[in-house]
T-cell receptor
Framework: ETGVTQSPTHLIKTRGQQVTLRCSSQSGHNTVSWYQQALGQGPQFIFQYYREEENGRGNFPPRFSGLQFPNYSSELNVNALELDDSALYLC??????????????FGPGTRLTVL | KQEVTQIPAALSVPEGENLVLNCSFTDSAIYNLQWFRQDPGKGLTSLLLIQSSQREQTSGRLNASLDKSSGRSTLYIAASQPGDSATYLCAASTGGFKTIFGAGTRLFVKA
């Protein structure tokens, strides 16, 4: 158990809808990263939040957005869902200190299916 | 642009064998390199983290090495067990605090 939780576990949406995924980070961690993992592939970096600001972004369109709250929990929002958005969405929390980032601890993921 | 490659894509070995998983990256300017294990349909479990200033890390039967100059990392698993069967992923953290994963090596250890 990493102490990182995600909700919901599974989610089914239709094309064009919007979705919000949630992540609670491990105690003492100040950084949250989000990843998209398609079946049979490695996770793809979406973005990272540090102290409530986006700090690093992968090759994902603006319809992927996020938030980090003062308690360091985080949300991933995806607008105008497409079929290719179907994937396992993982969040990872870590502690950043003076420019270095420690081990990332992953949550169990949210399985999103877009029909 | 950082790219991470893992070889082999899949590996099947008999129980008790020592094995090496390979990870290569194209940009040597990394902050750290991390190895993870993923069981089917599950999240990732951190195995070892090597900071850019380090050469290797060990935990139990696992040993990971890092050679930034050649852009390579290896994960050595000693005396493999059926419970080691999983997908092993390496990830390089680079400037801009991006983490780039390889596609993974699927390991099957036969009893």
């Amino acid at each position: 158990e990493t102490g990182v939780t995600q909700s919901p576990t599974h989610l089914i949406k239709t094309r064009g809808q919007q979705v919000t995924l949630r992540c609670s980070s491990q105690s003492g961690h100040n950084t949250v990263s989000w990843y998209q993992q398609a079946l049979g592939q490695g996770p793809q970096f979406i973005f990272q939040y540090y102290r409530e600001e986006e700090n690093g972004r992968g090759n994902f369109p603006p319809r992927f957005s996020g938030l980090q709250f003062p308690n360091y929990s985080s949300e991933l929002n995806v607008n105008a869902l497409e079929l290719d958005d179907s994937a396992l969405y993982l969040c990872a929390s870590s502690k950043r200190d003076r420019g270095t980032t420690d081990t990332q601890y992953f949550g169990p993921g949210t399985r999103l299916t877009v029909l | 642009k950082q790219e991470v490659t893992q070889i082999p894509a899949a590996l099947s070995v008999p129980e008790g064998e020592n094995l090496v998983l390979n990870c290569s990256f194209t940009d040597s300017a990394i902050y750290n390199l991390q190895w993870f294990r993923q069981d089917p349909g599950k999240g990732l479990t951190s195995l070892l983290l090597i900071q850019s200033s380090q050469r290797e890390q060990t935990s139990g039967r696992l040993n990971a090495s890092l050679d930034k100059s050649s852009g390579r990392s290896t994960l050595y698993i000693a005396a493999s067990q059926p419970g080691d069967s999983a997908t092993y992923l390496c990830a390089a953290s680079t400037g801009g605090f991006k983490t780039i994963f390889g596609a993974g090596t699927r390991l099957f250890v036969k009893a």
